[in-house]
């Protein structure tokens, strides 16, 4: 997307009727620039933010004290992903700079009574990019992921005392074996 602007337009010497047509074109890409990423001018809400759009990657910079910023990073080689990062610069001190992980997978999910048999997604709870959870043979329970991820090397955290043994990440989604007692348990998991 391109917004022409020109920044000497209303001249002064210039008759306004000659600076018409583009203080026009300055009006036009006023207003798409700002339905870009925001409620633009005459909607309710104008001037709040749609949605927030990077270009590509960049850096951190220097800031200000008492500023944050968040800003997309590239990183991994071969095939590079964009994750958010953010600063935040506090009033003495250095600048506090971390990822901000975007949640893969999130899940609550009551265990079946026996198995092989689908887990039971627990009542008004956050549940994003999961297909199934399946207890099946030998107590293994398996997440499977709507979309699967780019790569498998993404973080799981269960609640405690969940698993048994090693825990089996694919693209797809993960599996393990669930420790002790199963049925009616309720587990719960996120992925980063």
Sequence with gaps: MTFPLDFVIPAAANNPSND????????????GLMD??????GMMN????????????SLSTPL???????YPQAFGTGT???????????????PITGYLPFVKAIGSYVLPNSYPNPAVPVANS?????????????????VTFITPLPYNTYMILLDANSVTGTITKTNAGFSFVVAGSYAG???QFMVI
């Design 46 to 57: 104008a001037g709040t933010h749609k949605h927030v759009t990077f270009e590509g990657t």
């Design 80 to 94: 590079v992903y964009i994750e958010n990062y953010i600063e935040n610069q506090p009033s003495a001190g250095l």
């Design 126 to 142: 956050l549940s994003a990019n999961v297909s199934s959870v399946i207890l099946g043979a030998s107590v293994i329970l398996t």
């Design 36 to 41: 870009v990423d925001h409620v633009t001018y």
């Design 185 to 187: 348990r309720t587990f």
């Design 20 to 31: 018409q047509p583009i203080m026009q074109m300055n009006n036009v890409s006023i207003y």
């Design 64 to 70: 200000p004290t008492l500023y944050s910023e968040i």
